[in-house]
């Protein structure tokens, strides 16, 4: 290789580096707000990653793309190019490269989901056994978040086809919205009454099936105050696409307020979009598909929300 | 080749259905390994269209938020059914036409090792297509548990009916995997077993080393997809409780059954895919393969890692941490052997005299979806980001991308490479470029706005969706039907040509390797002689010889 070719190949190189990290600082934005201290850390992993994908992505295409613009053959140019068979040097070099960047790659995620310590599926392993509570304990991942050591009394989500439903033991409170105070550790205890469901919050970063006769601990931290979408992500069936609520995250007296508040109002039938579209088609007669596994009744809760966001406009009917 | 003239005097001498000119061929049991190669090809393309039709409907629903084009019962089936054909009635088949095709070809054999067993293998797929389309017309219609068919939404019967969807769908997939098992005894005995002297592993085309590594993937993995079908058939029609829940069954322990054979499944697609690659890159670009030997062990490699990953499709079920992380690392090391192909056909079409023919086209074009559909599977192996995208949309483009920026541009790239040889007819490059654009601006417009909408939390499989999704998902459709249209050229070039295209010659391509020093098409057993091989392939530029020729010199001359 002379001079020129290493200039060249360098240029190149920056190039790409600093296109690729242009690409890894725009990463944050394809998300959600980040509302959650597990999402700062799981958009940081992912804006790394786009960085290095963006990198091995336009140096391959970049390399292709020149090939195809400036080495063809001549149109009754019927030679072939050089017998190069293999260049020992260079394949040992792209088998290291790989296997170093997925190590680093393997052991920069497993540190981010050491401090997530989200602990979901402990339970499956080791069922009905009452666990330590490690996590509680694992390093705050925000040193400026006013995050308390100790999480909240867990707070129990009751899926089933196709609502939510949220019991605070405490106060006995049930609602359909998933009320949360703000930076504070909060401790889930999830179960299904029927299928798998997937309890997933964008926002949050957060994901985790709810697997039926098993309660699966769940932990997280609310950083941001506001409104969020809470949806099913497995897959459960007919009416799966509108098993959404909102998740509602306050300021803790804003919080305290909303449960002295829900206590005290007497159990409403809430809205179930699920509910009101299969009574809808029994009602109507309307023309329908193929005959579905009837929706759970409405549930009955203190706080019935303001409706889940109707996914057909149907806000007015509830 | 002194025989030609002689072997057509003998065809013709006996119009026969299962003659090697008679199209009536392709409609019977022949057992000519090339008669039941086309046989497959084009019996998955029309069920290829079909699942395409599917997503078609699918788009049209969700070009709108709403669920307001067709009842969510639908539009769950459609998915369902969908994903089947598409996997087990196209994917799955082309490639073992194409191998079928090729393998005996390319390893200078004159059939398959069990040429009966071939037939019986392609017979029971059109079984399986008419038993899965039929549970249309089933009360309560087709299975709508999604593919992957978990319980215990799998076993929720609303009907009541002991023949269901459902049990339709089992029915089949069970078949279709004992199908595959014997194609996979076929493909490993023949390889093992057929080569023509001289042909020595390191003399055998990547392709057939590709071959070779996925289907001893269907020998170890589909055991225990078909137990787990089996368990989930028992639980639903006999009310035994593998899965159950309520009855004290494990519906996580069918995840695993399930994704023990269906991520290496994958890689059963993938891995035929990587060998036209390894085929189409150093024809059109006039130069070896470069690395050839350690390209054909990584499939190996690929084969190997691939039966410990499986864990990574259940990151968000209940799988503990030591799990996730075993199964993190395990995932991210098949980017290496994978990633070492990758350079390789770059390498290999780097200072080369290239030729944008519409097969190139189609592998360049398939190499760049794969990179990008390989650098989002990295980041879908890391599981703090997999905790957020799997089951959204997200982990939709991602496998879109592989299997239809790769794997069908692949098959493609293929069917056009091999269209001379298969039918003995040119086929019309204009129509194949046009073929090209339509396909590879579709994937781009149909494939990459899913991955923006599963970063923003769109779950997969829904039918309706928050407004928020929506830009996303008009694009998409648009790409959808798109994708649709391009299969307009590809049908009119492929039918048009076959019935009066030019003649091709033996070797259109000047390439190098065995299927291509006999006529076009071949003739019945391929080889008058089976030809010694003394070389490796891909002598590109070498100026050497592939096989022995003591009996006509011309055989040399491709070289």
Known sequence: MNIRTVLTLAAAALLLAVISFWMGQQAYSWFPPQASAESKLVDDLFSFLVTLGSFIFLGVTGTILYSVLFQRAGKYDFSDGPPIEGNITLEVVWTAVPLVLVIWIAAYSYQIYDQMAVRGPMELVHLHLPMGMESAYAAPTEPDSAAVADPLEAIEVHAKQWSWVFRYPEQDVTSTELHLPVDRRVRLMLESEDVIHGFYIPAFRLKQDVIPNHVIDFEFTPIRTGKYRLRDSLYSGTYFAAMQTDVVVQSPEDYRQWLADAAAQTPTVAYNQAAFEYQRIIDKALIRGWKSIPPAPAPVVNYPGIGSRADEGLDSEK | ?559
């Open chain 2, 1 to 559: 080749m002194t025989n030609i003239p002689i072997e057509s005097i003998g065809v013709v001498a006996q119009p026969r259905p299962g003659a090697p000119d008679n199209w009536r061929r392709f409609f019977s049991f022949s057992t000519d390994h090339k008669v039941i190669g086309i046989q497959y090809i084009v019996t998955s393309f029309i069920f290829f269209l079909i699942g395409g039709l599917f997503a078609m409907i699918m788009r049209g629903e969700l070009i709108t938020p709403d669920a307001d084009l067709i009842d969510r019962t639908i539009y769950n089936a459609l998915f369902t059914m969908h994903g089947s054909v598409m996997l087990f009635l196209w994917t799955f088949p082309v490639l073992v036409g194409l191998g079928n095709y090729l393998v005996p070809l390319m390893i200078g054999a004159r059939d398959m090792a069990f040429p009966r067993l071939n037939a019986a293998a392609f017979w029971m797929v059109p079984v399986v297509g008419i038993l899965m389309l039929s549970s249309f017309l089933v009360p309560g219609g087709p299975s709508q548990s999604g593919w992957w068919a978990y319980p215990p939404v799998s076993l929720q019967n609303p009907t009541g009916n002991l023949i269901n969807g459902q049990v339709l769908w089992l029915l089949a997939v069970a078949i279709s995997g004992v199908s595959s098992i014997m194609g996979a005894v076929n493909f490993v005995t023949t390889i093992a077993k057929m080569r023509a002297p001289g042909m020595t592993l390191f003399r055998m085309p990547v392709f057939v080393w590709t071959v070779l590594a996925a289907q001893l993937i269907q020998l170890y993995g589909l055991p225990a997809l078909t137990a787990g079908a089996v368990m989930l058939l028992f639980d639903i029609t006999l009310g035994t409780s593998f899965f159950n829940p309520d009855k004290g069954g494990n519906p996580v322990l069918y995840q695993h059954f399930f994704w023990f054979y269906s991520h290496p499944a994958v890689y059963v697609m993938v891995l035929p895919v990587f060998g036209i690659f390894s085929e189409i890159f150093p024809v059109y670009a006039r130069k070896p393969l470069f690395g050839y030997r350690v390209v054909s062990v990584s499939a190996i490699v690929i084969t190997i890692v691939s039966g410990v990953v499986w864990v990574h499709h259940m990151y968000a079920s209940g799988t503990p941490g030591w799990m996730r992380m075993l199964f993190m690392f395990t995932t991210m090391c098949v980017a290496v052997p994978t990633g070492v192909k990758v350079f390789a056909w770059v390498a290999t079409i780097w200072g080369g005299k290239l030729r944008l023919d519409t097969p190139m086209l189609f592998a360049l074009g398939g190499l760049i979806n794969f990179v990008f559909s390989g650098i989002t599977g990295v980041m879908l192996a890391s599981v703090p980001v997999d905790i957020h995208v799997n089951n959204t949309y997200f982990v939709v483009g991602h496998f879109h991308y592989v299997i239809y920026g790769a794997i069908v541009f692949g098959i493609y790239a293929a069917i056009y490479h091999w269209f001379p040889k298969m039918t003995g007819r040119m086929y019309y490059e204009g129509l194949g470029k046009l073929h090209f654009w339509l396909t590879f601006i579709g994937t781009q417009l149909n494939f990459l706005p899913m991955h923006p909408a599963g970063l923003m939390g769109m779950p997969r499989r829904v039918a309706s969706y928050d407004p928020e999704f929506a830009f996303w998902n008009v694009l998409a459709s648009l790409g959808g039907f798109l994708l649709g249209m391009s299969t307009l050229p590809f049908i009119l070039n492929m039918v048009s040509s076959w019935i009066q295209g030019k003649p091709a010659p033996a070797n259109p391509w000047r390439a190098i390797g065995l299927e291509w020093l006999v006529s076009s098409p071949p003739p019945v057993e391929n080889f008058e002689e089976i030809p010694v091989v003394i070389a490796e392939p891909y002598g590109y530029g070498k100026n050497e010889p592939l096989i022995e020729t003591k009996h006509s010199e011309e055989l040399a001359e491709p070289a």
